[in-house]
């Protein structure tokens, strides 16, 4: 049962444009939710995290939305570089103390094009 | 800025053989650490938390005698896969924090990939 779903497995994008990457979890317990880039051979680095008390959160040239209703969220890459082409990890953890205890999504692998 | 250190990066063994991995948080004590395995084309499926000085806390469909987890000390867990099978063969990635709350970073190590022949 995959409860964070990732439904693009790939994205291409021209630089400097927008990178919208996808997330939609069913968990209505999830609470906090963040995205990891992830290089091959290496583990997954922390880019932005967003609490469901809020539905935006900027960092730079990232932004998440969170759309609780829907349970979905997505990234904003603006402008899109191609130091950015990497895969794209949504995560999601709950609350009781264990909250960092995060449940992955499949990934979606950014191209940023010349 | 906080570095998780994870060794071997890669390992080739033999049907039947165990295997050590490493984690090491090296310029902060951590609390928890998180054991992951990744399949091709897969998410990040968590398999364990580990917690120093007490036992590890398995996801399910994870056998905890298959996936020994020794957290001994603050800074090092370790992940033994013992009688490794070919399906056994995955990306193990570590991860480790300093804090409960929600806003804990999370820090992972660059991943060991196990290919059992």
């Known amino acids: 049962d995959q409860q964070v779903k990732q439904n693009s497995p790939s994205l291409s994008v021209q630089e400097g444009r927008i990178s919208i990457l996808n997330c939609d979890y069913t968990n209505s317990m999830f609470d906090y939710f963040l995205w990891y880039k992830k290089y091959p051979a290496e583990g997954p680095t922390f880019l932005i995290s967003?609490?469901?008390?809020?539905d935006k959160n900027e960092d730079g040239r990232f932004t998440v939305f969170l759309n609780k209703s829907a349970k979905h969220l997505s990234l904003h890459i603006v402008p899109s570089q191609p130091g950015d082409s990497a895969v794209y990890f949504c995560a999601a953890s709950g609350t009781a103390g264990t909250a960092s205890k995060l449940t992955f999504g499949t990934g979606t692998r950014l191209q940023v094009t010349l | 800025g906080a570095v998780v250190s994870q060794h071997p990066s890669w390992v080739i063994c033999k049907s039947g053989t165990s295997v050590k991995i490493e984690c090491r948080s090296l310029?902060?004590?951590?609390?928890?650490m998180f054991w992951y395995r990744q399949f091709p084309k897969q998410s990040l499926m968590l398999m364990a938390t580990s917690n120093e000085g007490s036992k590890a806390t398995y996801e399910q469909g994870v056998e905890k005698d298959k996936f020994l987890i020794n957290h001994a000390s603050l800074t090092l867990s370790t992940l033994t896969v013992t009688s490794a099978h070919p399906e056994d063969s995955s990306f193990y990635i570590c991860?480790?924090?300093?804090?409960?709350?929600?806003?804990?970073?999370?820090?992972f190590g660059n991943g060991t990939r196990l290919t059992v022949t």
């Open positions: 967003i609490s469901s008390i809020k």
């Open positions: 310029d902060f004590q951590a609390t928890t």
């Open positions: 991860s480790a924090t300093q804090g409960w709350a929600n806003n804990s970073p999370l820090h």
